[in-house]
């Protein structure tokens, strides 16, 4: 059941963010002093194929991780979507345009009263929301420039605000153990399994594809959407 024509119905944006690595951080060279192969390895030609395996296994894995920490890592794409009738998306593939990206993104997700009630994002309390704002201050920005209401911000950093809500927590009651990803959760509400994989993000990037992203995180904005009025009667400030 659909809950978007009731009157209860408050008005959400659903928002997500895709991440990349930074150039300064993929610049680090290989630790090879730090990743010794195993003790029963002496043979050059043995711990030379292990290197070469290890070597390649870092450089996928690093990706991974310095795309999912603000210190070493950036927003390349910010989607809203508002109730499933109109979609924003924002791209940075270029790393100096990180920071409009941001204002840009704070300035619509700030927006309480004119245009949302609330903002709902999935596991956006353990990582889009606290990404975003360490990437704020990395860049100088002051958030009273862009809400000047000291209430606000504190309300947004805090776990139980009714205005930034995170889906997967009212999908597990709080329980981050839980398993259950955004396309898990979107198939089980019958709007379907993603069909692209956020470890592409990088791969869009290196091309310059801005579209193949911005589609991909518009993606999980409508999904977080769509969750979030399946499961509506339990947002706390409804």
């Known amino acids: 059941q659909s809950w978007r024509n009731?009157?209860?119905?408050?008005?959400?944006?659903?928002?997500?963010?895709?991440?990349?690595?930074?150039?300064?951080a993929l610049a680090l060279p290989?630790?090879?002093?730090?990743?010794?192969?195993?003790?029963n390895y002496s043979k050059p030609?043995?711990?030379?194929?292990?290197?070469e395996k290890d070597r390649a296994a870092w450089e996928e894995d690093r990706i991974k991780e310095f795309s999912f920490s603000p210190r070493t890592g950036r927003i390349v794409?910010?989607?809203?979507?508002?109730?499933g009738q109109e979609a924003i998306d924002l791209t940075a593939v270029d790393e100096k345009d990180e920071k409009d990206l941001i204002l840009s993104g704070l300035?619509?997700?700030?927006?309480?009263?004119?245009r949302n009630d609330l903002i709902v994002g999935f596991n956006s309390r353990q990582f889009d929301w606290?990404?975003?704002?360490?990437?704020?201050?990395?860049h100088r920005i002051d958030p009273y420039a862009i809400q000047s209401h000291r209430a606000f911000w504190n309300d947004c950093n805090n776990r139980y605000s009714k205005y930034n809500v995170d889906l997967r927590e009212m999908l597990t009651f709080g329980d981050y153990r839980?398993?259950?990803?955004l396309s898990d959760w979107s198939e089980w509400a019958g709007v379907g399994a993603k069909d692209t994989k956020?470890?592409?993000?990088?791969?869009?990037?290196q091309e310059g594809n801005a579209d193949a992203i911005a589609l991909h995180c518009r993606g999980d904005a409508h999904r977080t959407g769509a969750v979030f009025e399946r499961v509506y009667p339990l947002y706390a400030g409804s």
């Open 45 to 51: 030609e043995t711990i030379g194929a292990w290197r």
């Open 6 to 24: 009731t009157k209860t119905m408050k008005r959400y944006g659903a928002w997500d963010i895709e991440t990349a690595p930074m150039t300064t």
């Open 107 to 114: 300035t619509l997700l700030c927006d309480k009263g004119d």
């Open 77 to 83: 794409a910010l989607s809203i979507n508002y109730r």
């Open 130 to 138: 606290p990404f975003l704002m360490i990437r704020m201050c990395y």
């Open 198 to 205: 956020g470890s592409q993000v990088w791969e869009w990037v």
């Open 178 to 181: 839980a398993k259950g990803t």
């Open 30 to 39: 290989y630790p090879e002093a730090l990743r010794q192969p195993p003790s």
